[in-house]
């Protein structure tokens, strides 16, 4: 198959047999949840926004991650005791006898010195007036590799990011769903901080469940199926 680069939404759906629900309930649960900020977040973020509304525009996509995206991340703290981000790693499954892979620009998995179970993704980074390809297509199928590898019944998070603009994507069994989106040189840069933080809080409650209902699995991945370490 194809790189994750190359994939559009329309083939994601046909190829894997994905519907879009406008109303699904765990996207509902993720955005409308509230998460309190403190005021020193809130001037961090005010901080953020300014800058943002004055480079937005100007930015190149190495700029836009550098100036803005990695250090509200960095503020967000991804990296826990049992999870940590990861970014440029190859993820690869095979499916039918082929295999589905390619490179994930920033996700969080567990897992200490290299990623094992996938839980969330942010994908993009492009500039909004240059934007190659198919941005929604593109997480999608890295959200379904992760789904394949890990072989369980819970979502798939996600967050594909155009300039300005956030959009926050779940993946259940063969539905997902889309926000409208979230637009960070206005205040919506408070909600996009506080839904990266509820993605923390709901990473835990997977990794937890998983724990008390099944056993630690000391198997190393496969060849058929892996995040490759780099």
């Not at 109303?23 to 020193?40: F, G, I, S, Y």
């Not at 567990?110 to 929604?136: A, N, Q, T, V, W």
Request: proline content about 4%.
């Amino acid at each position: 198959m194809k790189p994750f680069s190359k994939w559009t939404i329309a083939e994601v759906e046909d190829t894997f047999n994905i519907n879009n629900r406008k109303h699904q309930k765990r996207l509902t649960q993720w955005l409308n949840e509230t998460v309190p900020l403190t005021p020193a977040e809130e001037n961090q973020l005010t901080g953020f926004r300014d800058k943002l509304q004055d480079h937005v525009w100007d930015w190149n996509e190495w700029e836009l991650k550098g100036k803005f995206i990695f250090p509200l991340l960095l503020a967000v703290n991804f990296d826990e005791e049992q999870y940590q981000s990861f970014m440029e790693r190859e993820i690869s499954v095979e499916i039918d006898n082929d295999t589905l892979s390619g490179i994930a620009d920033f996700f969080v998995a567990s897992g200490k010195r290299y990623p094992k179970h996938p839980y969330f993704f942010i994908h993009e980074f492009k500039k909004e007036h240059d934007s190659s390809g198919d941005p929604l297509g593109q997480l999608l199928i890295t959200m379904v590799a992760a789904q394949k590898l890990n072989n369980d019944l819970n979502p798939i998070y996600g967050c594909y990011v155009m300039g300005r603009l956030w959009f926050f994507v779940v993946l259940e069994g063969l539905d997902y769903s889309t926000s409208l989106a979230y637009d960070a040189t206005k205040d919506d840069i408070f909600e996009i901080f506080r839904l990266l933080k509820k993605t923390k809080g709901m990473i835990s409650k997977i990794i937890t469940s998983s724990q008390s209902t099944t056993a630690p699995n000391t198997e190393k991945p496969t060849q058929e199926q892996r995040i490759i370490n780099q």
